[in-house]
């Protein structure tokens, strides 16, 4: 998701809000417009995200990493499971305010993801998610994104679904 923000007065926030169902997080890194995206093998396409092998798993899955990625301008971003209302993952960048390295005025220089250990986010492929993109709008910013990369695991099919 790439957009363009357009300066503006108050109120100086332009949110990009997106719903989707939880099976387009397994489209890999072929592309959003690749034909293969989501009928590809991991075995013999390294950048396929493996939907098939959720599918032949019950199409259960619980997420252990969440990491939005965003570009100058941003002030945060909230991933919500749509179904329940739950906030999943909210993340806030953090700014620089020097001129050494990693710490560059104006810069976004870190941007914690959400790691689950234990008591991970279960969800299936149908669930709906909410992606909520929150950008600074005092100032045009150019293409900036809302993307978000995740890791997760399979929940097998025999396995208890909490």
Same mark, same amino acid.
Do not use: K
């Given at each position: 998701?790439?957009?363009?923000?357009?300066?503006?007065?108050?109120?100086?926030?332009q949110?990009?809000?997106?719903?989707?169902?939880?099976?387009?997080?397994?489209?890999?890194?072929?592309?959003?417009?690749?034909?293969?995206?989501?009928?590809? %093998?991991?075995?013999?396409?390294?950048?396929?995200?493996?939907?098939?092998?959720?599918?032949?798993?019950?199409? !259960?899955?619980e997420? !252990?990493?969440?990491?939005?990625h965003?570009?100058v301008?941003?002030?945060?971003?909230?991933?919500m499971?749509?179904?329940?209302?739950?906030?999943?993952?909210?993340?806030?960048?953090?700014?620089?305010?020097g001129?050494?390295?990693?710490?560059?005025?104006?810069?976004v220089?870190a941007?914690?993801?959400?790691?689950?250990?234990?008591?991970?986010?279960?969800?299936?492929?149908? %669930?709906?998610l909410?992606?909520?993109?929150?950008?600074?709008?005092?100032m045009?910013?150019?293409?900036?994104?809302s993307?978000w990369?995740?890791r997760?695991a399979?929940?097998? %099919?025999?396995?208890?679904?909490?």
């Amino acid at each position: 998701s790439e957009f363009d923000v357009a300066q503006r007065q108050a109120p100086s926030v332009q949110i990009l809000t997106r719903t989707f169902h939880a099976r387009e997080l397994f489209g890999g890194l072929l592309g959003w417009n690749s034909p293969h995206r989501f009928n590809c %093998s991991r075995l013999t396409t390294a950048m396929c995200g493996g939907l098939h092998e959720v599918e032949a798993a019950g199409g !259960r899955f619980e997420l !252990r990493y969440a990491h939005f990625h965003q570009h100058v301008g941003m002030l945060g971003g909230i991933l919500m499971n749509a179904d329940t209302g739950e906030v999943l993952c909210e993340t806030r960048g953090t700014y620089g305010a020097g001129d050494t390295a990693m710490n560059e005025l104006g810069y976004v220089v870190a941007i914690p993801p959400c790691v689950w250990q234990s008591r991970a986010p279960q969800l299936t492929l149908d %669930s709906n998610l909410t992606s909520i993109a929150q950008y600074n709008a005092s100032m045009p910013h150019l293409a900036v994104m809302s993307m978000w990369e995740m890791r997760g695991a399979l929940i097998a %099919s025999d396995d208890v679904f909490v």
